[in-house]
């Protein structure tokens, strides 16, 4: 067994994110360019690492991002309702001259990386201008929940950022909210029936309780502003 093999979240039946592994954890930002659009991520505090610990899912800890058992006194309802379908099943695909995009629109995680430029499903079109191109793959790449994903035309291969395991706690200044778990590098996730969801390098998991598709994000944190006060 790796180092990332024994990094992994398991996901509590209506409770915690169980981490063992000793996977790092910080705070990432979402920080916009002059015209206000995401464009970059600037990491900021880094816990202290440990072979194991919970965060919080229910979005009610006063000790966030770990758990202090408030799922319990607030009754939170944590059922899994995501598909359990390989993410290549649940994607359209974009065609483009240079690179085919990937796009799973349900694992959207709201952090607008995807807009500058005119759009990623318009860009995609005019690849074949390297300005566009570079556009395209930096915004594929900086999509954190991995809903958006680019593949070469000409040797099929996956454009993927290095990102080490890891996960990042996102916080989005812009709409003035924190955001989802930033699951980084391959961490693997379980469901609380044990059944390992599909290994990814990027997934972003809810932590304000409120998604339809959990365990995963889908932007609802924006919509009831959800704040960890980390910032």
């Known amino acids: 067994m790796t180092d990332t093999d024994a990094m992994r979240i398991v996901v509590r039946p209506h409770g915690p994110y169980r981490v063992t592994g000793k996977v790092p954890l910080a705070v990432w930002r979402i920080t916009p360019n002059a015209r206000?659009?995401?464009?970059?991520w600037t990491e900021g505090r880094r816990f202290p690492i440990q072979d194991e610990y919970d965060l919080c899912r229910c979005g009610q800890s006063r000790n966030k991002p770990f758990c202090d058992n408030s799922h319990l006194k607030v009754g939170f309802e944590g059922k899994?309702?995501?598909t359990r379908r390989p993410i290549e099943r649940q994607s359209e695909l974009l065609e483009g001259p240079t690179h085919i995009l990937s796009d799973a629109e349900g694992l959207c995680a709201f952090a607008r990386f995807c807009d500058p430029g005119g759009k990623i499903w318009s860009l995609i079109e005019r690849t074949n201008d390297p300005k566009i191109r570079d556009l395209v793959v930096r915004e594929a790449s900086h999509c954190p929940s991995g809903r958006l994903v680019?593949?070469?035309?000409?040797?099929?291969?996956?454009?993927?950022?290095?990102?080490?395991?890891s996960i990042g706690l996102v916080e989005d200044p812009a709409l003035e909210c924190s955001g989802p778990l930033w699951v980084r590098g391959g961490v693997i996730v379980e469901s609380a029936d044990g059944t390992r969801y599909e290994r990814r390098n990027r997934v972003t998991?809810?932590?304000?309780?409120?998604?339809?598709?959990l365990p995963f994000c889908n932007g609802s944190h924006a919509s009831v502003h959800f704040q960890d006060g980390l910032v």
């Open 36 to 40: 206000g659009e995401s464009w970059e």
């Open 80 to 82: 899994e309702t995501a």
């Open 150 to 165: 680019l593949r070469d035309r000409a040797t099929g291969a996956t454009v993927e950022p290095e990102l080490p395991p």
């Open 205 to 213: 998991l809810c932590r304000c309780g409120a998604s339809t598709n």
